[in-house]
């Protein structure tokens, strides 16, 4: 898997001869809390610093509270309230970022170097004031530019910001500092952002829970973005997002070994390495068991109530992650809309809809907080049959009963039951040959794909962000999950 513990780590190791950037460069180096768990990770950073520094290039390093620094800060709240106002929390959780970027700067000058820690807010990161999960609105980071124009090395503490109006300390969503860390480099211009973790690029599955997962090379950010959404958590989704639309190439590598991890570059057809890649191709498999499924049960067929139903539940917070309508057989005025959001989202969700049931007119909400999607992601998805047919024949075959069903050019998902989200991720990635080979042919796997009689599909309702596009009665397929 590439991993190794902090003893393990030798000064030889920082021998970095893969930049393939000029020096001078601006590199923005994002260490995560696993490589900052202990004193060991804050010298390894800080080495990594240093070294990259002698090679010529200009370092901005963004820091994550150390190990499950923030984890426990949160348990500490909880025992002192029950219900802490998000604005206090931010101001606490905050803190765990200043920690690491005080330490990295006492190991940076002790190697020479001339360290300068920011918090979010004098690095210029505004904020909206959703506290908690807080967007960036812009990046101000001229103080951040000054300090690299001195020749020092700005370490700027993840996660955080502050609000434009007010000035209070934001926090921007667990796992938020590789946001940071892009929002940094777009802003500064920097060539490249690193993510510095504990496992040593992305692979195609977690290699913490499936040994034979490959490291990918190099991916799209298009692709990155779907492995994100479906659950991959070595980058956060929004660091993806916003790499994207910036145009910011990423390298997610080991803060452990010097070796070069994945690329994930901006543009399918700005690619590089690949530049003609027409072929599908399958890159990933995720399961998240992390979702609930809402049923709006007997809602009138009225053009503008799903509008209104998404704007109800765009107003408590919840993120819709997949829509499905059919008739409710109950007459010709009725239908069901199924809705799958985060679990941790579900309980806003039903209170503010329940609220509006009268307004809006429903039946009912049903609720089943057992809800898990397993998907692939890749290229040529949807333009591929044969990809969404093993996908789904690999599901029948284990008996898994699917819920919803989506494609999209770079991702194809099912939703099932929690408790059979192990068996039909394993089944996937067998069907697409990520096991050793002895278990593949067990399964029958022949190395190519078969065509296979799937589920009966649903009606779907294409959806982005909080835009619906209309359907056709009768068009089937098609809703991106984001
Ligand atoms: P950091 O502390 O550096 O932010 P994270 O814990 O957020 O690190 O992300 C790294 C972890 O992501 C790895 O330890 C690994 O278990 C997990 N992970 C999940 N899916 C993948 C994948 N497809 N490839 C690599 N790592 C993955
Ligand atoms: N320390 C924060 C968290 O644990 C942010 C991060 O690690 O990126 O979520
Ligand atoms: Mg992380």
Known sequence: MGTR???????????????????????????????LADAAGILRAAERIAK???????????????????????????????????????????????????????????????PRTFTGSAAGLITDSIHGKAHITDVRPDRVRSSLARGEVPIVAGFQGRTQKGNRVTTLGRGGSDLTAVALAAALGADI???????????????????????????SSEEMLEFAASGCKVLHLRCVEYARRFGIPIHVRSSFVPEPGTLILPGLDRHPLQPAREQPEVTGVAGVNSASKITVVGMPDQPDTMARILHVLSSSGAHVQAIVQNSAGKGPRRSDVALIVPAAH?????????????????????HDDKVGRVSITGLGMRS????????????SDADVELDLVDISETSVGAVT??????????????????????????????????????????TWVPISGQDMTPVAAGDRTVARHF
């Open 346 to 366: 579900a309980g806003n969700a039903l209170a503010v809809l329940d609220a509006e049931k009268g307004s809006i007119g429903f039946e009912g909400l049903q």
């Open 417 to 458: 039951h929690s408790d059979r989200l192990a068996d039909a991720e394993r089944a996937v990635r067998r069907a697409f040959g990520m096991t050793p080979a002895d278990e593949a042919t067990a399964a029958g796997h022949e190395g190519h794909l078969t065509p296979a009689v799937g589920p009966p599909l649903q």
């Open 193 to 219: 952002c690193e993510i510095y973790t504990d496992v040593d690029g992305v692979y195609t599955a977690d290699p913490r829970v499936v040994p034979t997962a490959r490291k990918i090379e190099v991916l």
């Open 5 to 35: 513990k902090a003893t393990d780590f030798n000064d030889s190791d920082l021998a970095e001869t893969d930049r393939a950037i000029p020096p001078g460069s601006v590199i923005v180096q994002k260490f995560g809390g696993s490589s």
């Open 52 to 114: 990259t520094r002698t090679n010529g290039y200009r370092v901005v390093a963004v820091v994550s509270a150390m190990g499950d620094t923030t984890d426990e800060l949160c348990d500490l709240a909880a025992e002192v309230s029950a219900r802490p106002l998000p604005v206090d929390l931010d101001a606490l959780l905050s803190i765990g970022e200043l920690v690491s970027s005080a330490l990295l700067a006492i190991a940076l000058a002790d190697l020479g170097q001339l």
């Open 384 to 395: 591929s049959p044969e990809i969404f047919c093993t996908f789904l024949k690999a599901l």
